[in-house]
């Protein structure tokens, strides 16, 4: 039987009692929780190492996210994340190049992201942005061959993008044929998993083949950032 249903019940609670007395009160099931969903992140890495060999190695622990929030710089003081989430890429969550990204929990009463598994770079310094962009436009005919693929767009419909400018950044024409892609700040990919996804036992294998469409942008944009100028 799946602890998934379990855990988003959990989180569910959390979300309306996120202090520090309920949580305390049910750490234990949060322990029992993680533990379970750990392993399954263990399974994700692995399948994910078959055509990602530079995960081999690579531990759930590694790529999991605490569930506490850092707090001090914003104005939402609740001290708890209402989902678990990891960042999978060979340096595991602590890796600030392109990589991929689980995020499992209810629905969010807020504009933050969703539950569901991501790849691609988000809030990228302004030199690595800067960078990016120049690679992209530089290398526009392997990007483009790179990016709109039928299952791509059919797994990652567009692009998911915390925000964008208004216009093309200084340095670009304004009617620049990638002005879209010029004005993004983030090179993301989005595709949507609730719990019933989660739910099936075979999950991590299904998400694993769902990551492998979005490799060859994972590699663009690594070796873009890391390519000397």
């Known amino acids: 039987m799946s602890y998934i249903p379990d855990l988003y019940s959990f989180l569910t609670h959390l979300q309306a009692n996120n202090n520090r007395e309920w949580f305390k009160a049910n750490k234990a ?5 993680r ?6 992140i263990d399974r994700l890495v692995a399948e994910m190492s078959q055509w ?7 531990t759930g622990k590694q790529c999991a996210y605490r569930i506490y929030r850092d707090t001090r710089f914003s104005p939402d003081k609740t001290p708890y994340k209402d989902y678990f989430s990891a960042g999978i ?16 929990g209810p629905a969010r009463l807020s504009s933050e992201i969703e539950s569901g598994l991501y790849g691609g770079i988000w809030c990228p310094e302004p030199s690595i942005l800067k960078k990016l962009r120049r690679a992209i436009v530089d290398n526009i005919e392997e990007f483009e061959e790179i990016t709109p ?10 692009w998911c993008a915390s925000s964008s400018l208004k ?4 340095g670009y024409d304004k009617n620049h044929p990638q002005a879209y892609l ?4 983030d090179f993301g990919k989005f595709h949507p998993a609730d719990m019933h996804f989660f739910t099936d036992p075979e999950w991590p294998a299904h998400a694993s083949e769902i ?19």
Do not use: C, N
């Open 52 to 58: 990602y060999p530079e995960l081999r190695g690579l």
């Open 89 to 104: 890429s060979p340096a595991g969550r602590k890796s600030h190049d392109a990589g991929f990204y689980l995020q499992m």
């Open 211 to 229: 990551f492998s469409h979005l490799k060859p942008l994972i590699d663009f944009l690594s070796y873009s950032i890391h390519e000397e100028v």
């Open 29 to 33: 099931e949060y322990d029992s929780l």
């Open 149 to 158: 693929t039928q299952e791509m767009e059919k797994l990652f419909p567009g």
């Open 35 to 40: 533990e379970l969903w750990l392993a399954d």
């Open 167 to 170: 216009t093309v950044p200084k």
């Open 182 to 185: 010029l004005r993004l700040r």
